[in-house]
Each structure stands twice: as structure tokens, then as C-alpha cells.
């Protein structure tokens, strides 16, 4: 197979450029043009091709695609002109900058500048600077040649980073890297525009209805006090923060607010709506990604942007503003949306999500037997808990009741305290006082021992880190601790990293913290387990993904679910596939429970 290594440069100016649109409109706009690329043949000397659309065209072709792994740096630009334009398929796509975020971890500079430069390849070129505004036509021959001398540069270096990042990748990482590029460069989902339209109107009638039935006005909007009282109305606890001027415990209600952004993706339209109208946004989330959706549906099929090696974790992301891992999922208006996006002509789509996985790979990474024997076994393991809280059979177990006992599994597995698990019930109409709360966590850390034993085993490891040392954590031979790298390593091959990890003493004892882009991060046992569950997860997935694509066209992927296209005539065939595929446990997962949920439709939203 042969490496080809490949940069292309494009016409942009000051408002049509990759810094103010998505790739995928200004790859597909109008404005769009190729002004020259490089290309390099394994270790062969880099060529500089330019010329008419026609003309690069016939040069494309005259290369086996087919037979070749393609790397750029960013191929979700690179690839998406080589497949939308020029129609080249090759036999694996590579990227360095999903390869550098895997590497160096997501809080470090992965362009190529910064790559080329942690490396020590060379240095980065600045001619691009002066092509802005410049069709091929406006180049001068000096100026088109020093431009292609530009972009042989850009290829070397992104070939040589290539090759020094690819002796410590791991194989199978590099097939994720293809599948997860091959969602957005290669398409086949399609949206209803007429559909999204209707949606957009009703979204908009919606929001103004939902802030007339909250009672909001200018004054009410604009007070801390009385903001975060119509949140609390809507269930919604108001997010707090230290002030850096006076130092106490104030409202995080700017824009700026981590805690306060996330709001406005808050599944309630309601908190939605308060939080736009607050910012001054005339648009909520919502409604700015509907209107995305019918631009891309008024150019083309759906690419699907997924960053790979989004998180601290190694889980995937939204990418190319669209993050398709937070589609709301109540309700039917929020529904719509995801019955926007359809399945080609003669296909369906089937959708298959991971049942409870995080809690699987906690019960069975804590050695938590007798849980991971309840889920082996097809056990209610929610029934069970609220048996345990109750203290009465399961099968007298109410609804309400099995609802605290699976808010309780899912949700207090990482250490929750009884405080915060008492805020959460409320967000979910279920108030309790906090004795109560109190009474049912410590029944939860009684019950599943070896878990909370495992939390102090994190928290062994964040001290082992510090010190510059090894130490065991969960099930022997599935993460290894190093000391060197201040990281935990899954079995993917890849590293978690806790940079920079320290610690201060203060009356609550030793207090661990990282350090991150946005300042210091802290961290604690618990908090590492809940990095660690996640971070299998997406490791389990992953293996899944590469199975099911084994067969037939994965095109997207959201949290721990999968979803694939398949020929109408073989969808039972390929549900049981599917299926199969994921209740299937990696090598290294030995004796781990998995089970899933699948649904088969012509649209998302149907599965």
C-alpha cells in the first residue's frame, strides 16, 4: 500500500474563509477554487500541481487511490475536496492532527505549526497569508511558484510528522481515524428540507410562546436574584461560581460561564429559551442548528462531523459546528430533527446503543461480582438497588421507586455525594429530603463495596502520579499507570493524561488538580474512575464500530450508540449483525457483560 502525503491550498478572503463558515460550506460553495496542491508519493520527491479544475482533474487520476493510505494534516479539509470534487477514494484515510490530539492529548496546539515545531521537523511557512483574496488567475508565475513551494513544505513536514507519530500510534487507532473521517468525507445521508423548514417555524413559535408562559421581562431577565428564581422553577439549580473580585460564591451567569453555556443545551426548551433571551441571542440552539441543517440539505447529502479523540477521555466529538453527539432526544418537536435525516433510496438506517455500558465496565473494572453477575444475567439491576433502598422484594418495587434506584446506579457510581444526588432526583421531579438522600447513597456505597474501594484506589493512583510512580488500578492487565507520562494508558494503547498533576493541603485534606487550557482542573478518586468508565466505553465502541464496518457503512456515531445504513433487503440480516457486534466484548474485556438496543427506520428519528 502506498503512502500518499498530500496538501492542497484554495482560494479564501476575509469572509469566505475556514475561520468565519464550516468546512463543509466552503467546500461546497460556489466561491470555491483550487488554486494548487502538493502531493508526495511515500518518500519521493514532493510535486506542485496547478491548473483549471479540469486540469487537476485528469492529474488526480493518474494516482491508485485505491491501493493507498492518504494523509494530510486535517483531511476533514483535504479529504473532503479530494472526495467531493475530484471523486478520490482511497483505500484509508490518515490525519495528523487526530493523530497529535491522540497523542499529545487535547489541551495542546495540534496544528501544524505546533506539531512541526514540538517535533523539531522545520519550520511552517507564512506565504498563505499573502494569497488572500487571490484567484488562481491573480497569481503572478514568481508568486504561483513560491505558493507551491509553500505547500511542498507543508507536505514534507506533514509527511515527516506522519511518519515520527505513526512508531508510537496504534494500528487499530488508525482504522478508528478512517472510519470516523469516512462519515463526513464519504456521505450518503440525506435530509428532509421541507421537513426541517416546517420544524424551523414551529421551533420559533415555540420559543416565544415558552417565554410569555415563564413570565420573563427585560428586569427579570437581567437580575441575578431573580433569574436564577425562574430557573429554580423550571427545576434547574443555578450554577454557581467563586468571584475573582470579592472572592465569594456568586452567580455563573456570563456568557463566558461554563456551567451557564451549557445551559442553553439544556433539554428543557424552556431553560433553553431563558438562557438565549438572557444572552441576547435571538436564536436558540435549536433553531441555529435547524437552519444549519436546511443550508447543508439546500447543497447536498449530510456529512456527518466527528472529531476523533474529542475529549480528555479519548471520546468523540461534534465537529465543523455541528455536534451531532448532543441532537436533542425528548419529546416529539425535538424528535423532528432527527427525523430530518434520512436513509438513501432502497436503505434504512439501524441504530444501536449500548445498554448501561458505563456502568457494566464500572461493576466489572471494581470486580463488583455480584452486580456484574446481575447484569450478565438479564437481572433489573435498577429493581434490585430500590430493593436494597426500600428494603422490600423487587417485584413490590414501584416505578418511582425503581426510577431512585436507577438514578442511583447511574448516577452515584463515581462518588456522587448526597447533596448533589438530592439536586439531581429534583431536576427529574423527584424531591427528597436530604437525610433521605444521605440514607440512600450510603446504601448504594454499602451495598457495591468493591466500587467505592476502587474510588480509593484512583485516588492512590493520583498520589502514586505525583510522586512519579506506578500503582495498580482495577482489574490487573486493563490499564496500566504511567508515572512518566502522568497518565493512565487503556487498552487502545493510548494515554489519558492528568498534566501537570499537583496537589495543595487545606482543611478538606489533600486536594489533586490538573492542568487544562481553561486554568486548573480538580481531581479526585472518584473522578478518575468516571474518566476511566468513559474512557473504555469509548475504547469498547470503537472495536464495535470497526466490527459492524466490517460489513456494512457505519455513518455515524453518538455517546455509545452506532449507527449504520444497510440495503433494505438485508435489514434483519444486518439488525442480528449489528446486535451481535455489540454485545460482542473486546479480547481485553474478558468475562465484561455487554448488551444493547437497536432500531430500524427510514429516518434517525425513526429508530
Given at each position: ?24 460550506e466552503y467546500v461546497r460553495s460556489p466561491l ?170 414551529e421551533t420559533r413559535e415555540r420559543k416565544e ?123 416529539n418537536n425535538a424528535n423532528k430533527l432527527k ?269
Amino acid at each position: 500500500m502506498d503512502l500518499i502525503t498530500i496538501d492542497l491550498e484554495t482560494y479564501y478572503d476575509k469572509d469566505y474563509s475556514l475561520s468565519k463558515i464550516t468546512t463543509e460550506e466552503y467546500v461546497r460553495s460556489p466561491l470555491f477554487e483550487v488554486i494548487g496542491l502538493g502531493i508526495k508519493i511515500n518518500d519521493g520527491d514532493t510535486e506542485w500541481a496547478s491548473g483549471s479544475h479540469t486540469a487537476l482533474h485528469k492529474y488526480l487520476q493518474g494516482f491508485n487511490w485505491a491501493d493507498s493510505m492518504v494523509v494530510a494534516h486535517n483531511t476533514l479539509f483535504d479529504g473532503a475536496i479530494l472526495s467531493w470534487h475530484f471523486g478520490v477514494k482511497p483505500k484509508i484515510w490518515a490525519d495528523t492532527l487526530s493523530m497529535g490530539r491522540a497523542l499529545h492529548g487535547v489541551e495542546v496546539g495540534g496544528s501544524l505549526r505546533a506539531l512541526a515545531e514540538r517535533y523539531k521537523l522545520g519550520e511552517k511557512g507564512t506565504e498563505v497569508l499573502a494569497a488572500i483574496g487571490k484567484r488562481r488567475a491573480d497569481f503572478t508565475k514568481e508568486d504561483l511558484s513560491r505558493y507551491g513551494d509553500y505547500c511542498v513544505n507543508d507536505v514534507e513536514l506533514t509527511y515527516r510528522l506522519f511518519n515520527r507519530m505513526a512508531r508510537a500510534f496504534p494500528k487499530q487507532e488508525l482504522r478508528v481515524i478512517d472510519q470516523t473521517l469516512r462519515m463526513f468525507l464519504e456521505p450518503v445521508l440525506e435530509l428532509d428540507k421541507d421537513l426541517l423548514v416546517q420544524h424551523l417555524a414551529e421551533t420559533r413559535e415555540r420559543k416565544e410562546a415558552l417565554l410569555v408562559s415563564c413570565g420573563a421581562d427585560k428586569a427579570e431577565l437581567m437580575s441575578n436574584p431573580k433569574f436564577a428564581e425562574l430557573l429554580t422553577t423550571l427545576g434547574v439549580v443555578p450554577p454557581m461560581k467563586i468571584s475573582p473580585t470579592t472572592g465569594k460564591e456568586t452567580y455563573a451567569f456570563a456568557k463566558s460561564d461554563e456551567a451557564f453555556k451549557a445551559l442553553s443545551e439544556h433539554p428543557d426548551e424552556r431553560v433553553q429559551a431563558l438562557v438565549a433571551a438572557r444572552l441576547g441571542n435571538k436564536s436558540t440552539l435549536e433553531e441555529t442548528r435547524t437552519q444549519r441543517f436546511i443550508e447543508i440539505a439546500s447543497r447536498g447529502v449530510m456529512p456527518i462531523p466527528i472529531r476523533y479523540y474529542a475529549a480528555h477521555t479519548g471520546r468523540f466529538g461534534g465537529d465543523d459546528k455541528v455536534n451531532m453527539q448532543n441532537l436533542p432526544s425528548r419529546g416529539n418537536n425535538a424528535n423532528k430533527l432527527k427525523k430530518s435525516i434520512k436513509a438513501p433510496e432502497g436503505h434504512s438506517i439501524i441504530d444501536c446503543d449500548s445498554a448501561q455500558i458505563e456502568a457494566r465496565v464500572l461493576a466489572w473494572l471494581a470486580g463488583q461480582e455480584d452486580l456484574v453477575t446481575a447484569f450478565a444475567e438479564g437481572k433489573d439491576v435498577y429493581k434490585k438497588m430500590g430493593s436494597a433502598i426500600y428494603g422490600k422484594p423487587e417485584y413490590e418495587i414501584s416505578s418511582a421507586e425503581r426510577f431512585v434506584g436507577k438514578s442511583v446506579v447511574l448516577g452515584c457510581g463515581y462518588g456522587m455525594g448526597a447533596q448533589k444526588f438530592k439536586d439531581q432526583l429534583k431536576v427529574f421531579g423527584t424531591d427528597i429530603d436530604l437525610d433521605e438522600s444521605r440514607r440512600i447513597v450510603d446504601i448504594y456505597r454499602r451495598t457495591n463495596d468493591q466500587i467505592k474501594r476502587i474510588w480509593a484506589q484512583a485516588q492512590n493512583v493520583l498520589r502514586a502520579l505525583v510522586m512519579g510512580q506506578s500503582a495498580p488500578l482495577g482489574r490487573p492487565g486493563v490499564l496500566e499507570v504511567v508515572p512518566s507520562e502522568q497518565a493512565i494508558r487503556f487498552p487502545s494503547g493510548l494515554l489519558m493524561r492528568y498534566t501537570d498533576l499537583g496537589y495543595v493541603e487545606s482543611e478538606k485534606g489533600i486536594e489533586f488538580s490538573y492542568a487544562t487550557r481553561k486554568g486548573r482542573t480538580r481531581i479526585y478518586g472518584g473522578k478518575v474512575i468516571e474518566n476511566v468508565c468513559q474512557g473504555l466505553a469509548r475504547c469498547i465502541i470503537a472495536e464495535q464500530m470497526l466490527l459492524i464496518g466490517k460489513r456494512y457503512k457505519v455513518v455515524l456515531t453518538v455517546h455509545d450508540a452506532v449507527a449504520c445504513v444497510v440495503r433494505d433487503v438485508e435489514v434483519e440480516e444486518a439488525k442480528l449483525y449489528v446486535e451481535e457486534c455489540m454485545r460482542t466484548a473486546p479480547a481485553w474485556a474478558k468475562g465484561l457483560p455487554l448488551s444493547c438496543e437497536s432500531g430500524v427506520g427510514k429516518s434517525y428519528g425513526d429508530c
